[in-house]
């Protein structure tokens, strides 16, 4: 009932704003509490894709990476471009065309939702935020490599509270 009451309450904002604001019907991460915290962060205003796809796809999409610089170099997906969030750097998509698929990622998928929405103003349409992000990409054993390009079982969680939404085991966790 509560999935529904959001489903619905989405789709009345979104009929308000003009906005295709939906929660995702064929997505999820491994993990029930991960996923609930995802849906309760999330407004699903930039479309999703799940790692399994991505990591299936990975060369027919720009890889962005929306946290800070000192989270990238600890690790990323590879292929992935430093875009960042707080200032982010737009020249990354100087040459890029405007129907380019482009995968945003942070570390659950917040920030690379925000920015995915500011890249939409943008002009840039073909826009998805990787659910889960990183954290996700993590716990489903797909490869990270660092700043030097070099395979790494390193993730920076942000903080020790955040840090709990990557599985033991599946990477080292600093911040």
């Known amino acids: 009932m509560k999935n529904i009451l959001k489903i619905f309450f989405l789709s009345i904002y979104g ?8 929660a995702p019907t064929h997505v999820s991460v491994k993990s029930e509490k991960f996923n609930k915290k995802l ?36 690790s990323h997906i590879d292929g992935a471009k430093f875009i960042g969030y707080d200032k982010p750097d737009y020249d990354v998509l100087s040459e890029i065309d405007k129907d380019q698929p482009i995968v945003l990622y942070c570390s659950v998928g917040y920030r690379s939702e925000k920015l995915g929405e500011k890249l939409k ?3 840039f349409t073909n826009v998805r935020n990787l659910y889960g992000s990183i954290f996700e990409w993590a716990n489903e054993g797909c490869p990270l490599v660092n700043e030097n390009g070099e395979t790494t079982n390193q993730i920076h969680t942000y903080n020790k509270k955040w840090s709990k939404w990557v599985e033991e085991g599946k990477a080292e966790k600093v911040w």
Request: with cysteine; hydrophobic share 40%.
């Open 121 to 123: 103003k943008r002009g």
């Open 15 to 22: 009929f308000i704003t003009g906005c295709s604001a939906q």
């Open 39 to 74: 849906e309760f962060l999330l407004s699903f205003s930039v479309p999703v894709i799940d790692v399994k796809e991505l990591s299936k796809n990975k060369d027919q999409y720009l890889i962005l990476d929306a946290r800070e610089r000192e989270e990238f170099e600890i």
